[in-house]
């Protein structure tokens, strides 16, 4: 399992560079013979292990995109003209690239607070996503470096535990534009055709989601496993434009002057709106599907990938269910529950 470490060199190595990939360095060792682990921990940078003079930039991109977990040091170095804090702008590139390419969820930023302190400073992309491991070291607490050093470690541990049990999942290859339309139309007739039986015989819409790249954890569950089940049941409901809508739960809303918002029950709220939780996941991550299910569950089985921050959904999304007679609904987009979350 490789992990790229973007690193700058503005800020002094012993405080930054040096001292962080010292750090990474002992927690991944400390893991590896911990745990044991079959697919060790490996540090990977720049253009390392690469022979001859290879075009660095396209180097570290190519790195960056093989590797499961991308780390990048987003300590400020400056401050613009208008006094806003600044990260090393190659950082950046890199970091944007990992977000493309890896997802947000395989994506850890680091910051030394000596040069700035993320509350309130950081860039607005980048203060809506995972709070960065922050630490403290400069010429002003040099001499508690070994403290710094070891709390900075047990934070990488911490932070890199739990991908160890989720590896990173591939995104489907398509040879050419037709071939990937192809894939859409053909899911789309099988996916439609099987919507119009369970309709026609009042049948159970459930499917189980299974994750394509850790198939062998079925039919088994781990109380030990961290993040999203590598299977689980859901209904599905309809197809759309670019795949198929799966019901995660049913909840009520309460429509304020602000927006939507869950109903406070305990304050004695009945509700305004029955909304739907949907997850939309597209035909292009869907590789097949089991339609006669097995001996453990006889619903059809999705064989998927988990792209999307380690979940099967390009959007979650909150609808409310219109009825259009003869065992037909269909569901109108009220919010994405991202956007709810906030009011």
């Known amino acids: 399992m490789k992990i790229f470490y973007s690193w700058q060199s503005d800020i002094e190595n012993k405080f930054n560079r040096n001292f962080i990939k010292d750090c990474l360095e002992r927690a991944i060792k400390q893991l590896n013979q911990d745990l044991k682990i079959e697919d060790a921990l490996r540090l990977d940078h720049d253009t390392k292990d690469v022979q001859g003079s290879p075009d660095i ?10 590797s499961d977990i991308f780390i990048g040091d987003i300590t400020f170095i400056t401050k613009s003209e208008n006094e806003k804090y600044c990260p090393n702008p190659n950082v950046l590139i890199e970091l944007g690239y990992a977000l493309s390419r890896l997802g947000d969820g395989r994506v850890i930023n680091i910051m030394n607070s000596s040069f700035g302190s993320p509350d309130k400073n950081l860039p607005f992309d980048l203060a809506h996503k995972r709070w960065p491991i922050v630490y403290n070291l400069s010429d002003d607490n040099y001499a508690d470096k070994a403290t710094v050093r070891n709390e900075l470690i047990a934070s990488f541990k911490s932070a890199l535990y739990p991908f160890i049990s989720k590896p990173k999942t591939t995104a489907p290859i398509f040879s050419s534009p037709a071939e990937k339309v192809k894939h859409r139309e053909t899911l789309r007739k099988e996916f439609e055709a099987e919507l119009s039986k369970i309709r026609a015989k009042k049948l159970r819409s459930d499917v189980i989601i299974r994750d394509v790249d850790r198939v062998d954890g079925y039919p088994n569950t781990s109380e030990e496993e961290t993040g999203i089940s590598p299977w689980f049941r859901l209904g599905m409901l309809e197809t759309y434009t670019k795949g198929i809508k799966v019901l995660l739960r049913i909840s009520n809303l309460t429509q304020t002057d602000e927006g939507l918002r869950y109903t406070d029950h305990k304050a004695g709220e009945k509700g305004d709106i029955k909304a739907f939780l949907i ?31 380690g979940e099967p959904y390009e ?29």
């Open 279 to 309: 997850g939309e996941i597209p035909f292009d991550s869907i590789v097949t599907v089991n339609w006669k299910g097995d001996e453990y569950y006889y619903f059809p089985h999705i064989y998927t990938h988990f792209n999307y921050g």
């Open 315 to 343: 959007r979650l999304i909150f609808c409310e269910e219109v009825d259009m007679g003869h065992g037909h609904a269909y569901y109108n987009e009220l919010i994405e529950y991202a956007k709810i979350q906030k009011n």
């Open 57 to 66: 930039a396209s180097t570290i991109l190519s790195k960056i995109e093989k």
